[in-house]
């Protein structure tokens, strides 16, 4: 489900959409009166004494298209908080059939900076799907339009948009089923992050062999796809400064090798993955937003299998440290 966001200087017709308003923890609504026509404060001030206002987040149905949506916010919020509300409203209104909002910020009246921000940043978040291979794909969007004077600045939409698209990045891979995003897709799939600045370097079997990396190259010798190690490197700060270092782990399907793991929930070891999925949308998220840092990502990917050259227990290898290892379980 997509989510579109657009900024207006300028309040919309009352009429046209759903209305997101902010109020206090105790939902006083005498500050919105000026945003509301004399009916429908009326309306709402009567409704309110039904509801329970220990929800974050609640509405009124005005007509079978319109809804008037409140959401408290309390004085000691932060943006987590912020963010979650954001979540829940997702949560709460990703069916209505009625899709359209206009969130009006002039009704914030707790000192937050970005609270708006946060509050959408928290909703994209949440509407994240994957049904790249689903029959079926949901097309629904939802529109927002936000007014008013507590608007996110271009600035921090750019780095709410770079955490976004790095998030994203990070579970599409991990969502890929074992079967597509084997070690050899994979490297070509980070390749392409060259065009989001950064410098990509893949060191396949033969290099590996050559600076010695036999443990990892042990761990994927038994499948027919390849072993790599790649590094993502950021330089956004132009100096030779020492950068942040971040390591991932890529084992895009773990078995355990000849120390077979129990046939129940393997289906879920395509996550083993998962930490380098985390380095690279986190290096992505950096290149995005322009982050004044060094930083480099390194992961390694390999595939775990049994086979006719698959490691064994017992065996004896030589690490890039120079130490021999012995392996005693494959897992």
């Known amino acids: 489900m997509a989510i579109q966001i657009n900024y207006k200087n300028k309040l919309v017709n009352k009429n046209t959409s759903n209305l997101i308003l ?27 004494k039904t509801k329970n206002l220990e929800q ?46 206009n969130l009006n910020s002039d009704t914030v009246s707790i000192k937050f900076k970005n609270l708006v921000g946060h509050f959408l940043h928290g909703l994209k978040l949440k509407s994240y799907t994957f049904e790249k291979y689903k029959t079926k794909k949901t097309k629904k969007n939802i529109f927002i339009i936000v007014t008013g004077k507590n608007k996110t600045s271009p600035k921090d939409q750019i780095k709410f948009k770079a955490i976004e698209e790095g998030t994203f990045c990070t579970r599409d891979l991990v969502s890929e089923p074992g079967n597509i995003l084997h070690p050899d897709e994979y490297a070509k799939r980070l390749n392409l992050l060259r065009k989001d600045g950064l410098k990509i370097n893949i060191y396949d079997e033969k290099k590996l062999k050559k600076l010695g990396m036999n443990t990892l190259l042990g761990v994927g010798q038994g499948s027919i796809r390849g072993s790599y190690l790649v590094t993502m490197e950021w330089n956004g700060l132009k100096d030779k400064s020492k950068p942040l270092a971040f390591v991932g782990k890529g ?16 289906e879920d070891m395509t996550y083993d993955m998962a930490g380098s999925a985390v380095v690279v949308g986190l290096i992505k998220s950096l290149a995005i937003r322009k982050a004044k840092i060094n930083a480099v990502g390194v992961v390694g990917l390999v595939e775990n299998m049994p086979g ?24």
């Open 251 to 266: 084992v895009c399907f773990d078995t355990g090798g000849i120390s077979l793991k129990p046939a129940k929930f393997m």
């Open 56 to 101: 974050k987040i609640i509405n009124f149905d005005l007509n079978s298209k319109r809804k008037i949506i409140l959401i408290s916010l309390n004085k000691n919020l932060n943006s987590s908080d912020a963010e979650n509300l954001g979540a829940k409203f997702y949560d709460q209104f990703k069916d209505l059939k009625q899709n359209k909002y």
């Open 308 to 331: 006719g050259n698959a490691q064994r227990p017992g065996d004896i290898v030589k690490s890039y440290s120079g130490k021999t290892v012995e392996i005693l379980n494959t897992d």
């Open 22 to 48: 902010f109020v206090d923890e105790k939902f006083n609504i005498s500050s919105l009166k000026k945003f509301l026509s004399s009916s429908e404060y009326l309306f709402i001030s009567d409704l309110i």
